[in-house]
């Protein structure tokens, strides 16, 4: 009998989450710049929220010529969500694709059970560039 092993370089799998984050600097957080910005922020290694708790996504493009990602949480991520939101009020959340920051806002609010629907922003004057679009979308499709 002959065995015959074949070894391949697996590409990695695309990856999206959505992490606490800090403007100072954090023991153990990997320190990050955000995409399209000189802003350099920390981001803690565990994810909050990954692709699998989102359900459903549509990118839109709004009349201002805004690119948004229009998505609907599964219930576990709208809980994930409100946790997040409420343990970083007043502090930073990040969306972090293939280990970039693509936008990292300041929480103003403690999300509930009407986050379901939400949407990911971007970094840039027009939201998310066409290239983050297409990432975001691959990954959640």
Same mark, same amino acid.
């Given at each position: ?59 839109? %493009? ?6 948004? %990602? ?72």
């Amino acid at each position: 009998m002959v065995v015959i092993l074949s070894v391949g370089i697996v590409p990695a799998q695309a990856q999206l989450s959505i992490r606490a984050a800090s403007a100072e600097p954090v023991e153990g957080w990997q320190r990050m710049q955000v995409e399209h910005s000189n802003r350099v922020i920390w981001v803690t290694p565990t994810a909050a929220i990954t692709a699998s708790d989102i359900e459903q996504a549509q990118p839109k %493009i709004r009349a201002d010529g805004y690119q948004i %990602i229009r998505v609907v949480f599964t219930d576990a991520g709208v809980s994930k969500l409100h946790d997040l939101t409420a343990a970083q009020l007043k502090k930073l959340i990040v969306l972090v694709v293939d280990d970039k920051v693509i936008w990292a806002p300041m929480v103003m609010y403690v999300a509930g059970p009407a986050a379901k629907n939400n949407v990911l922003t971007g970094n840039t004057p027009h939201g998310l560039t066409p290239e983050e679009v297409d990432r975001i979308m691959a990954i959640l499709r």
